[in-house]
């Protein structure tokens, strides 16, 4: 759906030294939501990720369409797929254990204060934390997005074809 308004044109290349011609996507189109409207509280509802939920997952459940996934993705600024949104238990894991090795999940990551700050081991009131806990904890931010809300859905989309 999100490519499916991007206008077309005709590219030339060569395969195997013979000249051909096809109708392609112009993907280099940039749409993002305007600021204004990720800066307006009373347009979004902030929405926390469930275990397992992917964009078209969350699309489906607030819009109706998983064919609006791009809209939770452009609203959110959050353009890789993979990275941008929280793991699920299993996979973030099975990332865990290949980032840092079998047997090293709970060995010491670094050390924070009292506040929350990175310091040094032997700093006073140092407490470790876990490659496990940083993991999870990094995961856990990726959590909470916003949505516009789905009475607005129409104008995004209106907008959007304006854009493009």
């Avoid at 793991?87 to 254990?97: F, K, P, Q």
Wanted: proline fraction near 3%.
């Amino acid at each position: 759906m999100y490519f499916k308004k991007f206008p077309k044109f005709l590219y030339d290349f060569k395969i195997n030294g013979e000249n051909k011609v096809a109708l392609v996507k112009d993907i280099t189109q940039n749409v993002r939501v305007r600021t204004q409207i990720l800066e307006n509280i009373t347009l979004y509802d902030e929405y926390d990720i469930r275990d397992g939920e992917t964009p078209e997952i969350i699309a489906e459940k607030i819009y109706g369409s998983p064919e609006y996934h791009w809209v939770v993705m452009l609203c959110n600024q959050r353009f890789d797929y993979i990275n941008d949104f929280p793991l699920s238990t299993y996979n973030l894991e099975e990332h865990i254990t290949q980032k840092y090795g079998a047997g090293n999940e709970y060995n010491t990551h670094h050390w924070i204060d009292t506040n929350g700050n990175w310091v040094h081991e032997g700093a006073s009131g140092a407490t470790s934390v876990s490659n496990y806990q940083y993991e999870d904890d990094e995961n856990e931010k990726k959590r909470r997005i916003k949505l516009i809300s789905p009475e607005l859905l129409q104008t995004i989309l209106k907008n959007f074809k304006e854009l493009i």
